[in-house]
């Protein structure tokens, strides 16, 4: 491990990074809503493209009338590394393209998609909308499964899957989330009746695309499921505004206020790094990060949130390494064939990076003597240093070459003591005990001016022979 990787030795970093690991913000969210009697209907072409129709809300369908769908449907295939692969040891099911079919189920009108904001969306941008598009239809037989994937991004406006539920009598199927079920257990075949109206209702399910998930085998009878890619909308419309105070939200907040407060984190400035917890979809050719105009999910939102209203500018950058150890923040996510060119003789790396604004990582230690160099503090690890296999998925729901998810990770920028504990005791006197306030107190006192904070350029140190 390079030296600027070692755990946060700081008891204060360390208690900050604990308190970022230890915050839960929502990443998954289901539920049930009723089927209104005149939205059950599912028009559909069988095989000699005649359409024919089933009634889910009238509680009467048949096993042989969901294999009629059976036979019309195709057998399903997933991504495997960039194929799309037919594998009945790891997807049995029937799928049908959105071509082939017609819901009158409207997810747009059931309040779905107000709960899935509110929840996926809980502390990012509010300005970003969520639309579903519809993506298909699955049929799970008896003995049917799709064992562990990440839905593939085919687009970088991918943010969230949501998975519906139509009723039909079945057992089993059920849906895992996070590693063997680590998130959630979705039963849905116990939710798709509801006892007390007797009556049949749909069951919901939507993660962030990244989150592992998998079917569990049909014990019996038929599950039919609506899959639905949810991306941001275009459009910037009027919306909730989402109030940020929360409990986890005030907790994290307190924990960077004491770290700003400390004099020994970083007194001439530098950065707090953060690895992301969740995956964006990039394109791995192209992408220009400060047009990173997706919304963060879940604990990476709130980590980003909380920078933005102590000034900690956060930014989204990818961690390149190269061959020597050397790390780099960069904006831009280069093709991989090119990177690996690079890694040839590991020189140019630094060459590219300082012509592409990026900047050489620095450790806990060290101090900026060029504006190349950033000593950055990592709050929490990075979870890949190395570019050139960008989270290639090996199991997604179908090949893409188009788009892969990267693991980026957040900078914030951490000025020089002075300049920060100002903005503190300016706009959050209320976030830090007394006593906090009375040490900065002190401790500025004492502290160099930021005149004498400044220090000279040494940029011959970074044409090293490297030129
Ligand atoms: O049908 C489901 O429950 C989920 C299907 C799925 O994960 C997918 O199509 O990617
Ligand atoms: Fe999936």
């Excluded at 769908?69 to 594998?87: I, P, Q």
């Excluded at 220009?288 to 999910?297: C, D, I, S, V």
């Amino acid at each position: 491990m390079a030296p600027n990787m070692v755990e946060p030795k700081d008891p204060i970093v360390a208690a900050l990074k604990k308190d970022v690991l230890d915050t839960v913000a929502p990443n998954i969210c289901h539920g049930t809503v009723r089927l209104d009697p005149s939205e059950g209907a599912l028009f559909y072409k069988d095989g000699n493209s005649e359409s024919r129709y089933l009634d889910f809300t009238s509680g009467a369908l048949k096993d042989e009338d969901i294999q009629r769908l059976v036979e019309a449907s195709e057998r399903a295939t997933f991504g495997r590394n960039n194929e799309d692969v037919l594998d009945e040891s790891y997807r049995k099911a029937w799928k049908m393209d959105i071509s082939q079919f017609a819901s009158q189920f409207d997810v747009s009108k059931t309040g779905i998609l107000d709960i899935v904001h509110d929840q996926l969306l809980h502390y990012s941008k509010s300005t970003k909308n969520l639309e579903a598009h519809l993506y298909k239809l699955n049929v799970y037989g008896p003995g049917s499964f799709f064992k562990p994937h990440v839905d593939t991004p085919r687009s970088d406006k991918l943010f969230a899957t949501l998975v519906v539920v139509l009723p039909t009598v079945h057992a089993g199927g059920n849906l895992l989330l996070g590693e063997n079920g680590a998130l959630l257990n979705f039963d849905s075949a116990k939710q798709v009746y509801d006892p007390e109206a007797k009556a049949p209702r749909v069951a919901f399910v939507a993660f962030y695309s990244d989150i592992e998930h998998q079917v569990l085998p049909v014990e019996s009878g038929y599950r039919v499921t609506l899959t639905y890619n949810l991306h941001f909308s275009e459009f910037d419309g009027p919306l909730m505004l989402k109030s940020l105070s929360s409990a986890s939200f005030t907790t994290v907040l307190k924990s960077f206020a004491t770290a700003i407060a400390s004099p020994s984190i970083l007194p001439k400035g530098g950065a707090l790094g953060f690895g992301l917890l969740y995956r964006y979809p990039i394109d791995p050719k192209n992408t220009n990060l400060r047009e990173f105009t997706g919304a963060l999910k879940g604990n990476d939102a709130l980590l980003r949130a909380v920078c933005k209203v102590l000034g900690l500018e956060p930014s989204v950058k990818i961690l390149y390494s190269g061959p020597s150890g050397d790390k780099f923040l960069s904006d831009e996510v280069t093709d991989g064939e090119d990177i690996s060119d690079l890694y040839g003789d590991g020189v140019p790396l630094k060459k590219k990076m300082r012509d592409a604004g990026g900047k050489l990582v620095v450790g806990y230690g060290d101090s900026a003597s060029s504006s190349f160099k950033l000593p950055v503090v990592w709050v929490t690890q990075p979870s890949k240093m190395v570019t050139t296999d960008i989270a290639y998925m090996a199991y997604g729901n179908e090949a893409s070459l188009a788009f892969m998810y990267g693991d980026l990770v957040l900078v914030a920028t951490f000025p020089p003591y002075r300049q920060r504990v100002q903005h503190l005791k300016e706009n959050f006197p209320q976030v830090l005990p007394k006593k906090i306030l009375e040490d900065i107190e002190e401790v500025l006192k004492d502290f160099p001016g930021e005149d004498e904070e400044e220090e000279e350029e040494d940029s011959d140190e970074d044409y090293d022979g490297y030129y």
